[in-house]
C-alpha cells in the first residue's frame, strides 16, 4: 500500500462498468477468510495517514478503489450504470439512494468522487468506532445522532449548506438505518428538502449490495455473497420544484423500478 497523489482510477470516464471477466482469483478459501483480512490491512493504513494528517480525497479514493478490487477478486460481481449522469449537470448535487450495507459505503467514493466531490451524511456512532470512525471523520460527514429528529434537520441543513458552498455533493440514505429491504413508508424527504433549500439538483441511486451481508456482532463484517451480483445505478439528475414531493416520487420510482429490473423485487416492501 502507498500514499497517492492522484486519483488511481477514474471510473465515471464511461457510462456503465462490469467486474472483467478475469477479476476473479480463485481459491478453496471461503471468501470472508481472504477478503476481510485485506480490508483490515485497508483500513489500519487509512488510519495510519489520518493520524498523520494526510488522508486527503486522492487516498479516500484510492481506499475505495482497493476494497473493490479486492472484493471482485474474491467473486463478487459488480455492475454499475448511469454514471454520464454525474457530469450531465454543474456543481454540486443531492444523491438520494436506498441502503443496504457497508458495500456502498465504502464504493461510492471511488465512483463520484473524481468527477464530484462528495461527503456523507452518517450517523454518530459510525465515527466513534475505531476502525471506520478516523476515516469517516476525515472526510467532511455531516453527522447526525439520530436521538432527536428535530436537532439532525438543523444540523443537516446548515452543515449541508456549507458543505454545497464548498463544492462538495452530499450522498444521503433517508432511511433509518441500513437494511436489505426498501421500505418505502421509512425513506424520507430530507435529501429533497436540502436539495431545494440550496437550489441543487437531486440525482436518485438505486443499488443492491447484499453480497455483502450486515454482520449480527458488527454490522461491517458479515457474509460474502458470491452468488449475488452488486448493482448500482444513476439516475438523472432532477430538479426539485413545489414541495418536491414529484422529484420524492420519482427517486423512489427509480430505485423500484431497477430492484425488479435486477429481478430483486422481494427486496422491495
Known amino acids: ?30 471468501a470472508e477468510l481472504r477478503f476481510f483480512p485485506n480490508l483490515l490491512k485497508i483500513f489500519f493504513f487509512a488510519n495510519r495517514l489520518t493520524r498523520k494528517n494526510i488522508y486527503n480525497r486522492y487516498n479516500w479514493v484510492n481506499s475505495s478503489v ?25 456543481g454540486p448535487a443531492i444523491f438520494i439512494g436506498n441502503h443496504m450495507s457497508t458495500l456502498e459505503t465504502i464504493a461510492l467514493p471511488r465512483i463520484i468522487n473524481p468527477v464530484k466531490p462528495v461527503v456523507f451524511v452518517t450517523k454518530h456512532e459510525l465515527n466513534t468506532t475505531p476502525l471506520f470512525g478516523p476515516i469517516n471523520s476525515s472526510r467532511f460527514p455531516i453527522i447526525v445522532g439520530r436521538a432527536n429528529a428535530r436537532e439532525d434537520l438543523i444540523q443537516v441543513f446548515k452543515q449541508g449548506e456549507e458543505r454545497l458552498k464548498d463544492g462538495r455533493s452530499i450522498i444521503l440514505f433517508p432511511q433509518k438505518t441500513r437494511s436489505p429491504v426498501f421500505d418505502q413508508s421509512n425513506f424520507n424527504t430530507l435529501g429533497i428538502k436540502l436539495a431545494k433549500r440550496n437550489n441543487v439538483p437531486v440525482v436518485p441511486i438505486a443499488l443492491i449490495t447484499d453480497a455483502w451481508g450486515n454482520g449480527k456482532i458488527m454490522k461491517e463484517f458479515g457474509a460474502i455473497d458470491t452468488n449475488k451480483k452488486v448493482h448500482f ?37
Not at 14 to 29: C, F, G, H, L, R
Open 1 to 30: 500500500m502507498k500514499i497517492v497523489t492522484e486519483y488511481p482510477s477514474i471510473i465515471a470516464k464511461q457510462d456503465t462498468y462490469k467486474t472483467p471477466e478475469d477479476a476473479e482469483k480463485k481459491s478453496i478459501i471461503p
Open 66 to 90: 482497493m476494497i473493490m478490487d479486492g472484493l471482485e477478486k474474491v467473486g463478487v460481481k459488480i455492475e454499475i450504470e448511469g454514471m454520464n449522469n454525474l457530469t450531465a449537470f454543474d
Open 233 to 269: 445505478s444513476f439516475g438523472k439528475p432532477l430538479e426539485v420544484t413545489g414541495n418536491g414531493s414529484e422529484q420524492h416520487k420519482q427517486v423512489v420510482e427509480h430505485i423500484t423500478t431497477h430492484l425488479k429490473k435486477w429481478g430483486r423485487e422481494e427486496l422491495i416492501k
